[in-house]
């Protein structure tokens, strides 16, 4: 262990993801002292396999990773710009038949997004680290205990305990927080309960080597079974989601490459062009808010605090926000004056909340909408489409929610 017993800092941050190490640089701007916890160090050698886990970035928070320096360090063969996002549904009689299509030009934007590398997106941000205060960053050290119970704490500080081999360390800090995924043992330490639930379908990404050239635009085909997806990444890569019952997932996962490829030629809207199955990989879909993202002096962010059906591709994005709103919250706050922090912790729990189960019900109304097959909803989801087609405003309503703003 680098620290020495008893150091202090004003935040402590465990987990390094893409959430969590953004939030360090908001944190450095404010000139704070700031810990990081990271189990797993990003390693270049991640960049050098096939991509697997790809994000939708949308315009309001590439705008916010730009203020925060992380943009710069993002290399052109770990994104893909999109402009166009479609989506229709399958099996529609030809006179039903409505392909919802959204462009940047529809919001004289320039572009609506990238899709972008996760790994790449965290290694930007260390990147930017070393530009900054370069914060001390722990990762062999396990957290065992987080304790502000007012009786062994002082008044404005937190103690986090970590376990390293037979070597306990205590720390304090004015702020703890848990940007440490899904399964945030922060939010395990703090009793914070979930409420939530499991998708019955699960989604399987396929990495596939492409023969045409890049696309400028993600699209999605709603099937009885699930949605089918397209995400075009760089250097002739593209991703394809497909969402479906955990059997048969279990089942894709078994296939050769080339059977899979068939499996895909056989299901999936005909793309481009040909190509070769990469690699792949299941996620089983969750949703989940914490009950609280706020006690005392600890805060959870990202997915700690929330996870979404990734059917729109919000998830990050929301993380992003959390970073934003947190860090205006703080920015010029005493930490050690509890009302003041009392009080901006919660303006910060109240609209991020708000905005989180939001999002999460306009996933899940689009899910059942389009992955159904019941004859009302038919009628219902055809309607929709029509209306998006002919109404302009509504449509720019719309992709302005996508794009973040
Ligand atoms: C299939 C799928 C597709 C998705 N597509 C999109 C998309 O297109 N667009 C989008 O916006 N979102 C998407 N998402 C959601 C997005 O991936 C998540 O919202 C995002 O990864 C959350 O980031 P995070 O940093 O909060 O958590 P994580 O990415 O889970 O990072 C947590 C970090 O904490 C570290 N950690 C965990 N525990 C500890 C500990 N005890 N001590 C120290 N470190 C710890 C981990 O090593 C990790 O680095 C998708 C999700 C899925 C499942």
Redesign the pocket.
């Given at each position: 262990m680098l620290l020495d017993n008893g150091s202090e800092f004003d935040v402590i941050i465990?987990?390094?993801?893409?959430?969590?190490?953004a939030q360090v640089l908001a944190f450095c701007q404010q000139h704070k002292r700031v810990l990081l916890?990271?189990?797993?160090l990003p390693k270049s050698e991640w960049l050098e396999k096939p991509p697997l886990?790809?994000?939708?970035?949308?315009l309001c928070s590439e705008e916010y990773l730009n203020e925060l320096g992380l943009w710069q360090h993002l290399s052109a063969e770990h994104m893909c710009v999109f402009n166009h996002l479609s989506t229709w549904e399958k099996e529609a009689s030809a006179l039903a038949k409505q392909k919802l299509t959204f462009s940047a030009q529809d919001i004289n934007k320039s572009h609506l997004g990238y899709?972008i590398r996760?790994e790449a997106l965290?290694m930007a941000a260390f990147e930017q680290f070393k530009q900054l205060s370069n914060p001390p960053v722990i990762?062999s050290a396990?957290?065992v205990a987080i304790d502000q119970d007012g009786l062994t704490t002082e008044q404005d500080k937190v103690i986090v305990r970590l376990q390293e081999k037979d070597v306990q360390t205590q720390l304090k800090s004015h702020l703890v927080i848990g940007?440490?995924?899904?399964?945030?043992?922060?939010r395990q330490l703090l009793n914070i309960g979930l409420s939530g639930w499991d998708y019955q379908q699960h989604?399987f990404?396929i990495t596939i080597k492409t023969n045409f050239p890049m696309q400028d635009i993600t699209w999605q085909e709603f099937q009885p079974s699930g949605p089918k997806a397209f995400?075009p990444l760089s250097d002739g890569m593209a991703s394809l989601?497909w969402y479906d019952s955990a059997d048969i997932i279990k089942q894709l996962k078994q296939m050769s490459p080339l059977a899979l490829k068939q499996k895909v030629l056989d299901v999936f809207p005909p793309l481009a062009g040909d190509f070769e199955v990469v690699q792949h990989a299941s996620?089983p879909?969750t949703r989940r808010q914490a009950k609280s993202y706020v006690d005392g002096r600890a805060v959870l962010?990202?997915?700690?605090a929330h996870?979404i059906n990734?059917l729109a591709?919000?998830?990050?994005?929301?993380?992003y926000k959390d970073v934003a709103e947190l860090s205006q919250q703080l920015d010029g706050i005493d930490l050690t004056d509890n009302s003041s922090l009392t009080k901006a912790l919660q303006k910060y729990q109240t609209k991020r909340k708000t905005e989180s189960l939001v999002m999460s019900g306009a996933m899940d109304s689009f899910y059942t909408l389009f992955s159904n097959d019941k004859t009302v909803l038919k009628f219902v989801r055809r309607g929709l489409l029509n209306v998006a087609n002919k109404l302009p405003w509504a449509k720019k309503q719309v992709l302005m929610k996508a794009v973040g703003y």
């Open positions: 465990v987990g390094g993801g893409m959430v969590g190490a916890l990271e189990k797993n886990r790809v994000s939708a970035v949308n899709l996760n965290q990762s396990e957290l940007a440490d995924g899904a399964n945030s043992r922060v989604c990404s995400l989601i996620f879909l962010i990202g997915d700690a996870t990734p591709g919000q998830g990050v994005n929301l993380g």
